[in-house]
């Protein structure tokens, strides 16, 4: 791995603290993570996105916040106040947990509809979306329904896993939201991501983004690598 | 057990079904099960409360919800917004998550505006605001605090936990949080209560609700128990 893999890598990690009980000075050095490291974005819960936005000022470095986070069960009305609260407060992407009762339940229209409210109103602040698919708690046939029915909604990424389910990324699924995905929609791998190991893999099965709270383990194993 | 105190259990507790892939017909067979075992409440997620109110139509089991589910960590603004949605759809009781990273980093005001506002909001409706704590993540000083910091907001009961977290309801954190609460606040205890002997244990120690997805198995228990 050489320099410019490693910065390339750096680039393609949300850097991620969505613990509940996360406080504000651990949200500031996360922050400072991302600015030294140059990670692609910081991932923080909707409390704290004021604070990620001053910590970041001046840096490329974006703030990415969760809707509807982590189970996707609010109304379509909440994940739409909390995205517009998240977008006026400095927010740059938009990790949005799916429906997934409604996923489960065949309601297409509702489940399309409450994202693609969110795509519309997230594009007119230059914002990106991710749905979260959570794939952990879906079959094969449902995870093939979500990623259609989510690209339908036109948001900019497929989304693994929230982090907080019984499972996280696989190689597997990436490779399948990969192969279900136009090009124009990357896939972010989040979720049990630990390792320098488990991060090439994410992104040779096709993911473009990886969100992990690893991050900087993964960065100095890969330095180290380098280095050796 | 006697069939008094049989009706009196029913009536102590929650009906509660929080996970994220919960479907329309499950929502609905759950109503069907409150009515027939004479549950105090449903306790569903905000995008199935409409639902709930429906099919619960002249019984006297009351809706439940839940704001900021579960990690508590979206802004004050947007648990307002929730509430709201959710009381004018017929919810007529609010479990909300604290914020745990305001509790942690000392933030009392802002601990406690957010979750007075969404009391004031409730207490217009008529209807009961419950703190949920997230015991699991707090030290015996943090579950103080917390305590008294939501009982200076004016909520109707302290709760022990999400059932999402580490850990769920203890006997010793239902006996803290009785001690430290004054008689006009009530007590849920909730996570990882599935059997009738746990289901009396809590309420031995101070509980005056249960919430429990298992409650169905603890009524057949129960009732076998008094047939026995």
Redesign the interface.
């Known amino acids: 791995m050489n320099q410019h893999a490693i910065r390339e890598l750096a680039a393609s990690i949300d850097h991620t603290l969505?613990r509940?009980?996360?406080?504000?000075?651990q949200v500031q050095r996360l922050c400072q993570e991302a600015r030294q490291w140059g990670f692609c974005a910081v991932c923080v819960?909707?409390?704290?996105v004021k604070v990620a936005v001053q910590a970041l000022a001046g840096s490329p470095v974006k703030v990415a916040t969760v809707v509807g986070?982590?189970?996707?069960?609010?109304?379509a009305?909440?994940k739409l106040?909390?995205a517009q609260?998240a977008l006026a407060a400095g927010a740059a992407e938009l990790d949005v947990?799916v429906?997934?009762?409604?996923?489960?339940?065949g309601?297409e229209t509702a489940f399309v509809q409450e994202l693609a409210e969110v795509v519309e109103l997230a594009t007119g602040w230059g914002a990106t979306v991710k749905a979260i698919l959570?794939t952990c708690?879906l079959s094969e046939e449902e995870k093939t329904r979500a990623a259609q029915w989510a690209v339908a909604a036109g948001v900019h990424f497929l989304k693994t896993s929230t982090g907080?389910?019984s499972g996280g990324a696989t190689v597997e699924d990436v490779a399948l939201l990969r192969k279900l995905a136009p090009p124009s929609v990357g896939i972010k791998a989040s979720g049990g991501i630990r390792t320098l190991a488990q991060a090439r893999a994410m992104l040779a099965a096709g993911a473009s983004r990886l969100g992990t709270s690893a991050s900087v383990a993964i960065m100095e194993e890969a330095v180290s690598w380098y280095g050796s």
């Open positions: 969505l509940a009980d996360a406080t504000l000075g819960n909707p409390l704290w986070f982590p189970l996707g069960a609010t109304t009305r909440v106040v909390e609260e947990v429906s997934l009762g409604r996923l489960k339940g309601e959570e708690l907080f389910g």
